[in-house]
């Protein structure tokens, strides 16, 4: 969704249409949930939490005023109530989301176990980054947010938000350098 569709359907809501609730809802329900466990730890409270962000942004619709990012304001209000929860400790320690293997058009046991060999090497990579290129990674390619919406999120710059990931994109291109997943005969 694309941030005009967002903001569209904020005007909708703040204009009490529940449709337009549930369709942001549906639309980043998961992803928040992804990025409030990564705080919070236990998936009942990460799913507590985004509801009570949804509720808060109904309820008070018609005193905020969002005009840049509906999503950049959902993951920072999300990230403002898991830190509230976790008493203020920083208690952020990501993990990649498993992916299934992309779809071959022949497998064999041999690109079976390169890819895997792969994934392997992808997850050492990312689990030696540090904690904040881990978040703007994950922010930027698993939840899909722009360099501007993930340093609103994190209250950084977009210059850090710019070296974080150059940084991360470094050490995991210098680990996976070695695999090419070319069509094997």
């Not at 390169?114 to 904690?131: I, V």
């Not at 210059?159 to 210098?174: G, P, S």
């Amino acid at each position: 969704m694309d941030q005009d569709q967002e903001i569209s359907l904020y005007q909708k809501v703040k204009g009490d249409d529940r449709r337009a609730l549930t369709q942001l809802f549906t639309a980043y329900y998961s992803s928040l949930c992804n990025f409030a466990l990564s705080i919070v730890k236990k998936p009942e409270l990460a799913e507590e939490l985004v509801a009570d962000v949804f509720f808060v942004l109904w309820r008070d619709r018609n005193h905020l005023d969002i005009t840049y990012s509906v999503k950049a304001y959902l993951f920072r209000a999300v990230r403002n109530r898991a830190f509230r929860m976790v008493s203020g400790k920083n208690a952020i320690h990501e993990e990649i989301e498993n992916h299934p293997a992309p779809m071959a058009l022949n497998h064999t046991p041999e690109s079976d176990y390169l890819y895997k060999e792969l994934s392997t090497t992808y997850q050492k990579a990312y689990d030696t980054l540090p904690t904040r290129c881990k978040q703007v990674f994950k922010l930027s390619k698993i939840d899909g947010l722009k360099y501007q919406e993930i340093s609103y999120v994190l209250n950084i710059s977009v210059k850090t938000v710019e070296n974080q990931m150059f940084k991360a994109l470094k050490v995991i291109r210098q680990a996976i350098a070695n695999y090419r997943m070319e069509k094997l005969p």
